[in-house]
């Protein structure tokens, strides 16, 4: 009996390719479920929760639910000193924004920490040198009729070319 269990279990193992997306939730839970973070998509996508520019000053540090709960939970935040006095006066507008991300009032409180908030890492735009043709990028765009946006979409498709990949 215990051989046809493993046989099953090796049968049943997907060997085919993944992305990282897929296993990036499988990998991160037990990490974040320590810090309260356990759904972890609130730190993935806390730019496109609360706007890019309060992202930049405030980062979501964990989510605490009562004994037994998933919802009416207190966010703990970590914010850039002086900043923690606007976000208590926009407390309403990100609570409201939080709970639409979860789909239920999964927070009603925010707890904010006055501290260095990690800065995003922004990669260094590459030069493009534009006084080199591409052949490839000049035949797609040599139908185009206007110069203007010709020229204009062959230099972006030399930065692209020349970008690296992620």
Known sequence: MAENETDRKTNDRSWRTQSLGSLLPKVARPVLGRQGLAAGGIVADWPSIVGVQLAECCVPMRLVFPPG??????????????????????????????NGYFGYRAVVRLRIQQGPVPRPVRRKAVPVDDSLPDPAVDALVSPIGDQELRLRL?????????????
Not at 69 to 92: D, F, K, M, N
């Open 69 to 98: 709960e998933r919802s009416a939970g207190t966010l703990h935040l970590r914010v850039q000193g002086s900043l923690a006095l606007e976000l208590q006066h926009l407390e309403p507008v990100v609570l409201e924004r939080i």
């Open 154 to 166: 062959s230099q972006f498709g030399r930065a692209l070319k020349a970008r690296k990949p992620l």
